[in-house]
């Protein structure tokens, strides 16, 4: 009985847990698409040959609840350094590369 009364407590916490957490989630203004386009502007703009890279997979605030996307390009030919980075502010639409360009 003891058990029982222990796992629900502990499924309740857990469950109050992850709401918590949820409520202080942003949601973004710019959509999956159009950050996309802008990260693939910038990239184009820095020289990339985007027809060298796969789909880049979006995703926000994927390291800090920073209002930032994160767009990961990854080349067709899997190789050291073939790969990238753009972040994008979610409110100002600016975006930074980094990695292997």
């Known amino acids: ?3 029982r009364i222990f796992h629900s407590i502990l499924f309740s916490l857990l469950l109050n847990g992850c709401a918590a ?3 202080n989630a942003h949601s973004p203004q710019l959509s ?3 950050v996309v386009a802008i990260a693939n502007q910038a990239a184009q703009d820095s020289g990339a040959d985007l027809s060298q890279f796969l789909t ?3 995703h ?3 390291v ?3 209002f930032t996307w994160a767009v990961f390009y990854r080349g067709v030919e899997p ?3 073939n790969h990238f980075l753009v972040v ?3 409110r100002t639409g600016a975006a930074q590369l980094s990695g292997g360009l």
């Open 60 to 62: 926000f605030e994927y």
């Open 79 to 81: 190789a050291i350094g």
């Open 21 to 23: 957490s949820h409520r």
């Open 1 to 3: 009985m003891l058990h």
């Open 56 to 58: 880049p997979e979006a």
């Open 32 to 34: 999956e698409k159009e």
């Open 88 to 90: 994008v502010n979610d």
């Open 64 to 66: 800090a609840k920073d």
